[in-house]
């Protein structure tokens, strides 16, 4: 998913326009006989109702579904439904390959997030602080995978993982550092890693170019006066950069984790199918793998809601952790 | 930039920085362009060291990727698939979005509010619940249409591309509605313009830098997506990211790399295309959010 942003207006509009526009708006109706009024709901109800029904039937209903199944067993085809309450939940807790999916799944939130927006900050300080040669080609390149698809990263991070001809065994074969040759993808311990990498090698410069972009709105005068006051670029980074774009990594901090969630399920399921033995399986893939491939659809749906409430709960508890007084410049 | 140029701590700072960008731009540029090259290759070329150049130009691996693995066919499925869903959602998000942004009605909150919650259901936590529903829908149709009609229907997969964008369409498009003056509608409708043209005619060319946004970013999302296509699309007809899941889990088993890295390449070189043309767009629609979001 992509970090939410509200465009900008077009240049020489004033920013006034209040919710109640005159065209239909409460302030004229009074003066329009009813006829008008009523031309009105329809007009609104014509535009509006399009985009609710479908809205509802595939994103409230199925939703909504996601809880309710998740107290029965069901295998998702055969008219036999049983409602069990919270046998499905209870039963989780037993199952050691959840618990494995939870791990891993919190574990890749932790690293990626913390080695993406760490780096995504900090290439995004250095390259709008330093103003370096080439940077649009640097922007342009780092911005590529957040372009291509996950099937297409998946399949290039094989091709730099593959243990005999793949890029990363090879180099350090031809440095002749042999003893660090990994099976990447194939290592019960490291494959989470391998995972995480290839994450924050899709990720990093959507992130870099968001800040890039919030940085480069920070008056320049700020920066001017603190070297003169001997400020240092560290200093200047955490005294004025990171303060003033806070707001805007908040936003982007609550929907990166919830991007992650779903990142981490698309890139197991095309580069390790959850392999070798269930060792990568990530919340979202075992439900999926639950639901459709296995046909235990109720549970599958329980875990469902696991991962609603998880991710609802990270990110409340990120948003509360990181609130702070608003700045303006 | 004032840093004092004379001093070395900065410069050698520089060195560092360019050092840093340049080994990850590499690290992104590499494995990309290696694909490329890669695709060329016979397959005794690859046995052996990866680092080395192809050949000649060994074209057979496309003609492979595109009729043997039908590659080609399954392009126009993505194209088609894609399309459709961008329009769909442009001719529901367009008059909803602005109908939020310009009229006052009741329940008007309601409904701003029940998007914004749709903002955080991604469409993957809830794909099995809406493929379940498709097949039951096709259930209770099968005397009309005894072949199914949902499932294995690409129209249906841009429905609902279309539908699970809706919020995210509808935010962007309402938050640019309202920041342009009430003061040219009022002209038009002074003038003596409809509801509809106003909305159509004036509105929607002044939102043209939204729109563009919005297109950008569904398009990415649909042309990109495999788990709802494979999911919603088990027959024959794929998506060209199915397709090319198929080549990769193939090439796990057989060691048929060429074809893979052909397949890759029609995927990848379209988008990089694409990219490489809009991509000032791009990077300001995501962009321009800034702080003041």
């Known amino acids: 998913m992509t970090t939410l942003s509200t465009p900008t207006p077009p240049p020489g509009s004033t920013n006034h326009a209040s919710k109640s526009a005159p065209v239909g708006g409460s302030s004229r109706r009074g003066t329009r006989g009813p006829a008008r009024r009523r031309g009105n709901t329809r007009f609104v109800l014509a535009c509006l109702l399009p985009a609710l029904v479908l809205f509802a039937v595939f994103m409230v209903v199925p939703t909504m579904n996601v809880f309710r199944m998740s107290f029965y067993t069901w295998s998702g085809f055969s008219p036999d439904k049983r409602f069990v309450g919270l046998d499905n939940f209870s039963r989780l807790l037993d199952d050691e390959q959840f618990v494995r999916a939870f791990q891993n799944t919190v574990a890749l939130l932790v690293v990626v997030t913390v080695v993406t927006m760490g780096m995504g900050l900090f290439l995004a300080a250095i390259m709008t602080r330093q103003r370096l040669r080439g940077r649009n080609l640097y922007r342009f390149i780092l911005y590529i995978p957040n372009v291509l698809s996950v099937v297409v990263i998946a399949a290039v991070f094989s091709a730099v993982y593959d243990q005999e001809n793949g890029l990363l065994n090879s180099t350090l074969r031809l440095l002749s550092l042999d003893g660090l040759q990994q099976v990447w993808l194939g290592d019960q311990k490291l494959v989470v890693y391998s995972v995480a990498i290839a994450m924050v090698w899709q990720s990093l410069g959507y992130y870099m170019v968001l800040y890039m972009a919030s940085m480069s709105s920070i008056p320049e005068e700020l920066y001017e006066a603190s070297a003169l006051d001997g400020a240092s670029a560290a200093r200047q980074f955490f005294a004025i950069t990171l303060p003033l774009i806070w707001q805007n990594l908040r936003t982007t901090l609550t929907f990166f984790i919830m991007s992650a969630v779903n990142l981490s399920f698309v890139l197991v399921r095309a580069m390790t199918g959850g392999g070798p033995d269930g060792s990568s399986e990530v919340l979202l893939s075992y439900m999926y793998k639950q639901a459709y491939t296995n046909s235990s659809y109720g549970y599958g749906m329980a875990i469902g809601v696991v991962i609603f409430a998880f991710s609802f709960l990270v990110s409340l508890l990120v948003s509360r952790a990181t609130r702070r007084e608003p700045l303006q410049f | ?293």
């Open chain 2, 1 to 293: 930039m004032t840093t004092i140029k004379s001093s070395s701590r900065p410069r050698r700072g520089r060195a560092l920085t360019y050092a840093l960008v340049i080994a990850l731009a590499l690290a992104i540029a590499v494995p990309v362009a290696w694909v490329l090259l890669a695709s060329l290759k016979q397959k005794s070329e690859f046995f052996g060291s990866p680092w080395t150049l192809p050949k000649g130009l060994h074209s057979a691996n496309y003609v492979h990727a595109f009729v043997d693995a039908h590659m080609g066919q399954y392009f126009l499925t993505s194209v088609f698939v894609t399309v459709l869903g961008l329009v769909l959602v442009l001719a529901v998000s367009v008059p909803a979005a602005y109908v939020i942004a310009r009229y006052e009605f009741r329940g008007r909150r309601v409904v701003e509010t029940a998007l914004l919650a749709g903002l955080f259901v991604n469409v993957n936590y809830i794909v099995v619940p809406i493929f379940l529903m498709l097949v039951d829908w096709d259930r209770a149709l099968i005397d009309v249409f005894p072949g199914g009609f949902f499932i294995d229907n690409p129209s249906v997969l841009s429905l609902v591309y279309a539908a699970t964008s809706i919020p995210f369409t509808i935010y962007l498009l309402t938050a640019y509605f309202r920041s342009i003056p009430v003061e040219y509608e009022e002209a038009a409708a002074i003038d003596g313009a409809s509801r509809f043209r106003i909305m159509t005619q004036v509105m929607l060319p002044m939102a043209r830098p939204a729109v563009t946004t919005v297109i950008l970013f569904n398009f990415l999302a649909y042309w990109n997506d495999f788990i709802i296509a494979l999911t919603l699309l088990p027959g024959e007809g794929k998506t060209l990211q199915v397709g090319l899941l198929n080549l990769f889990t193939a090439q796990k088993a057989a060691a048929d790399y060429g074809r893979l890295y052909a397949g890759m390449v029609i995927v990848i070189v379209p988008v990089l295309i694409l990219y490489a043309v809009i991509q000032r767009r791009l990077i300001e629609g995501m962009a321009s959010g800034g702080v003041k979001g």
